[in-house]
Every structure is written in structure tokens, then in C-alpha cells.
């Protein structure tokens, strides 16, 4: 079904359902505990995420097991997971490795698609990191990359180390970004595979993992076209960053119901503080900020999903991800401040918020990175 059909009823009760699902499976207590499990997720839940919702498989093409539905409709479900918090590898396995075998095509990507979109296979995507950034920024086949690829479509092997992979750690498949005979290519390497070392960060956000991953003669497969990783990855950046501004919506949203709740609870000088001038200019600018996020980020949305009113999809993605990241993190710092002295304590789940504010701002290279490829897009 397109995302034209969904109608707003649909989408509310998508929501709903994501909500409740989150609520009963995703409280503060069990984010904490993923936080401090192996995986760093909790296995159970993302299978009933596949099971009973059927998220993983939702806006994956429907001959790779997936419903079809549209960015405009995985927002709705990002949303409410930036929400709650969720561990999870949903934005490495389902957005960025599933983008980026949905747009190389071939045998490869009809292999390993059916298994993300059951929740059965997790996939991550290790970028090329091109100048602190996921772009190649128009490398050729000249242009070394921090991985290599050998020559030739069969036996091929990589050396070289990808040193931030979201949730590279614990993913079945990793697809890299590696520079080949015909430029940078995309390439399958299998969890289990020879030469492949994978070790894990210290991160800010504790919600997500990330790690390095070293190749030294490890065994891949071509994903697509061989030279074909910088259409790829350009489709990737504008679903990907797409997919975080609305995750990052949700998140600024609870931090906003969080303080609004708190300014109304909290008694201080025998008056609630959400009725001092200052709390109320705080709660305000909150509003504001999470008003405009929003609109920003539904509108890459239907932008990248091609609707016939959006504007140009590179450049609304661009939009949203340098305002829903300002956003947030701001929304996070003042969830902080209205919160006071709890608001700092590693008890109070507000640094929680906070962390993945901050890590969210530069998962894909930081302000400097996001606005250039802004200015880009707008042909500055």
C-alpha cells in the first residue's frame, strides 16, 4: 500500500499501537536493563516487535517479505520508539542496511532483506566516514578509502579497519563501504567470517552500541553494481537522517511532557515553579522548538517518499536533520534545567535523554557535516 492511501485515521492507530507496545514493553525500567545486558537490547522484544507488529518488515518492498508501506508511515513508529528510548538495532539493521540494499539491488540484497524484514537478521552499514562524514563527497576510483576491496566480483576480500559502526558489534551481516577496482563499492561480509574484528566503543548514548571493525582478508560479497556505493549512500543519507529527525521529534516530545509535568508537580516558595515567569518562558521555547521539528521532519518525510506536493527530498532531509537535532538537544538541556537538582542524578532519566541528544547530533558527522551537505543540496 502507498503512503498516499494511509489515511490520518490509520496512521493514529498505527501510533496507538506502537505506543501501547512501547508503554507495556519499553518502560524506564526495562531501557536500563537492555542498557546493561550483553546485546545491549532485549532479544524477546524485538522479536515480538517482528511477531506481533510486524514493524521491521513495514516499509520494506513486499517481494523482500516487506508491506510496502512509506518513510511517512516509519516515522510514526520511529517516533514513538525516540519516545520511549528503545534499545534496539532498528535504525542500523531496518534504515540504513535495508536502505541500502533496497537501493543496490541484485542477488545479495533479495538474500538478506527477507531475514531483516522477519526480524530474524540484524544488519548494520559501516560508512566510508569520508572527512568525518558518511558522503564520498565525488571520490573516484582513484580516491583510497579506509577499506579496500581486492580486485575481481568473486573471492573478494577487505583490509582495512571502519572505525564507528552503529551497533557493528552484535549485527548477523555488516554491508561496508570499501574502495574497488571500478571506485567505492558496497559489500557484504557475514558476522562469522575470517579475518573480522570487532570491538566495542565506550559511548556517550548508552541506549545504542557502536564499534570498530577491522578486516584483514575477510571474505565478502558485492552488493549492486561494483563502483555503485555513492548512489547508495546518497539515498541512505536522506532516508536515514529522515528516519532520526523523527525519532529525535519523539524524544524532544517526552522531554517536553516530562518538564510540563514536573513544572505542575513541583511545589517551591509554596507555588508550583511552572508558574514562575521563568519556567514559563523555558516551557515555551520547548513548545516551540519541538512544533517545528515536527513539521520538519514529516515533511522530509513525504518528500523522500516522493508525494507530488513535497519538495525536493535531499534538501527537506537536509532541513530536518539540522533542525530536529538542534531541537532535541536543546529540549534535552532544559529538560535538565526545569528538573533542577534531580534533573542531574544518574536516577533521573533525563541524562538518558540528554546522552542520545548529543550522540544523535553527530551520528552522522555533526552540524559542520550536515550543513555543508545542506548547502549542497541547495546548490550554495
Request: proline letters at 4%.
Amino acid at each position: 500500500m502507498s503512503t498516499e492511501n494511509t489515511t490520518s485515521t490509520e496512521l493514529d492507530e498505527l501510533r496507538s499501537a506502537v505506543r501501547d507496545f512501547m508503554t507495556a514493553k519499553a518502560d524506564e525500567r526495562a531501557v536500563r536493563a537492555a542498557i546493561d545486558s550483553e546485546r545491549g537490547y532485549d532479544d524477546k522484544v524485538w522479536a515480538q516487535m517482528a511477531e506481533q507488529l510486524g514493524l521491521q518488515s513495514l516499509a520494506l518492498p513486499t517481494e523482500h517479505g516487506g508491506d510496502g508501506y512509506g518513510l511517512v508511515e516509519l516515522t510514526v513508529v520511529l517516533e514513538e520508539m525516540g519516545r520511549a528510548l528503545l534499545p534496539s538495532p532498528f535504525l542500523s539493521s531496518v534504515v540504513l542496511a535495508g536502505t541500502a540494499l533496497v537501493a543496490a539491488g541484485g542477488d545479495e540484497a533479495a538474500r538478506i532483506l527477507p531475514g531483516i524484514a522477519a526480524g530474524t537478521t540484524t544488519a548494520t552499514l559501516a560508512p566510508p566516514n569520508v572527512d568525518g562524514g558518511w558522503s564520498l563527497g565525488g571520490r573516484g576510483t582513484g580516491d583510497a578509502l579506509a577499506v579496500t576491496a581486492s580486485a575481481g566480483t568473486d573471492d573478494v576480500t577487505l583490509e582495512g579497519t571502519a572505525p564507528l559502526v552503529l551497533d557493528g558489534a552484535g549485527a548477523d551481516v555488516l554491508l561496508v563501504v570499501a574502495g574497488g577496482p571500478a571506485g567505492p563499492g558496497l559489500y557484504a561480509v557475514d558476522a562469522d567470517a575470517a579475518g573480522l574484528t570487532r570491538t566495542p566503543l565506550p559511548v556517550l548514548d548508552l541506549t545504542r552500541r557502536i564499534a570498530t571493525v577491522t578486516f584483514a582478508a575477510t571474505p565478502a560479497r558485492l552488493v549492486g553494481a561494483a563502483g555503485g556505493a555513492a548512489a547508495i549512500l546518497d539515498r541512505v543519507l536522506d532516508v536515514a537522517t529522515t528516519a532520526l529527525a523523527a525519532e529525535q521529534v519523539g524524544a524532544a516530545r517526552a522531554c517536553l511532557e516530562a518538564s510540563t509535568t514536573y513544572a505542575k508537580d513541583r511545589v517551591q516558595f509554596g507555588r508550583q515553579i511552572g508558574s514562575f515567569q521563568a519556567v514559563k518562558h523555558k516551557a515555551a521555547d520547548m513548545l516551540t522548538r519541538v512544533q517545528v521539528a515536527d513539521a520538519a521532519a514529516r515533511e522530509a518525510a513525504r518528500a523522500v517518499d516522493g508525494l507530488a506536493d513535497a519538495p525536493e527530498a535531499g534538501v527537506a532531509a537536509a532541513v530536518a536533520h539540522a533542525v530536529c537535532s538542534e531541537a532535541f538537544l536543546a529540549v534535552a538541556t532544559e529538560n535538565i534545567q526545569v528538573h533542577g537538582g534531580i534533573g542531574f542524578t544518574w536516577e533521573h532519566a533525563a541524562h538518558l535523554y540528554y546522552r542520545r541528544a548529543k550522540a544523535s547530533q553527530l551520528l552522522f558527522g555533526g552540524p559542520a557535516v550536515y550543513y555543508e551537505r545542506l548547502l549542497a543540496k541547495a546548490g550554495v
